[in-house]
């Protein structure tokens, strides 16, 4: 059974940093994609950062510059280091698994999520 737990969410001023991670159990597939996704209160989910199994990456313009994404195999962990964190950036955030290598931030294309990391910057 595959599931993805997520953590390291919690409260920052603005230009702050914070470090997501995401531990994956029971996800065997040799080629991949990880994702972050976040969904502001009134807003739709939308991906962020994506990294493959080949570690080439794509991050949406919105946080290009600011957001690393990164993994670590041997943990089986994905990690989202957030720097320069705005208000703007407050929302729940939410890893997400597909057992296909091609880099996608479409929420439709994903298999398996993690139950969310809540994420507050003041100003």
């Known amino acids: 059974q595959v599931r993805l737990e997520d953590s390291g969410g919690g409260s920052v001023q603005a230009g702050g940093s914070l470090r997501l991670s995401c531990r994956l159990t029971?996800?065997?597939?040799?080629?991949?994609?990880l994702t972050w996704f976040r969904q502001a209160p009134g807003k739709s989910r939308e991906g962020i950062a994506a990294?493959?199994?080949?570690?080439?990456?794509m991050y949406a313009d919105s946080v290009k510059g600011r957001f690393t994404i990164s993994k670590d195999n041997a943990k089986n962990t994905l990690y989202l280091q957030m720097d320069n964190l705005q208000p703007e950036d407050t929302a729940t955030y939410y890893c997400?698994?597909?057992?296909?290598?091609?880099?996608?931030?479409?929420?439709?294309?994903?298999?398996?999520w993690g139950q969310g990391t809540q994420v507050t910057v003041s100003s």
């Open positions: 990294i493959s199994s080949e570690s080439t990456t």
């Open positions: 029971g996800f065997t597939y040799q080629y991949y994609c």
């Open positions: 997400a698994a597909r057992p296909f290598p091609q880099l996608t931030l479409d929420r439709d294309r994903y298999n398996y």
